[in-house]
């Protein structure tokens, strides 16, 4: 069975970076696509980033897009999420997923989630 365990996360003061880890265990994290959601308290959960199974292209939320750079290791079977400039609004739990479409910008397209991390963007 896959696994996903999210690392990376904390307080940061606003305008600073941050990168999160997915790690996968199970197969191999080239076999599905991996996604990045975060959400907020009393807010639906909202995609951020998708890197493709196979070939690895990436897709981004046009709300994050400038800001954030999703990458994967397939030597240490991991997902990073490089996120930006960040800001007070971008506090949320976020989550890695896995799914098996190509194109997967619902959280619908993705059956296994990690538990999620908190990242605090501090004004």
């Known amino acids: 069975q896959v696994q996903l365990d999210e690392s990376g996360g904390g307080l940061v003061q606003a305008g600073g970076s941050l990168t999160l880890s997915c790690a996968v265990s199970g197969d191999t994290v080239a076999a599905y696509t991996i996604g990045w959601f975060r959400q907020a308290p009393g807010k639906e959960r909202e995609f951020v980033a998708y890197v493709a199974r196979a070939g690895g292209s990436q897709y981004y939320s046009d709300s994050m897009k400038h800001r954030v750079t999703i990458s994967r290791d397939n030597a240490k079977n991991t997902v990073d999420l490089q996120m930006n400039s960040l800001k007070p609004e971008d506090t949320a739990v976020y989550y890695c997923?896995?799914?098996?479409?190509?194109?997967?910008?619902?959280?619908?397209?993705?059956?296994?989630w990690g538990q999620g991390i908190q990242v605090t963007v501090s004004s």
């Open positions: 997923a896995k799914s098996n479409y190509l194109y997967a910008t619902t959280h619908e397209r993705y059956d296994y």
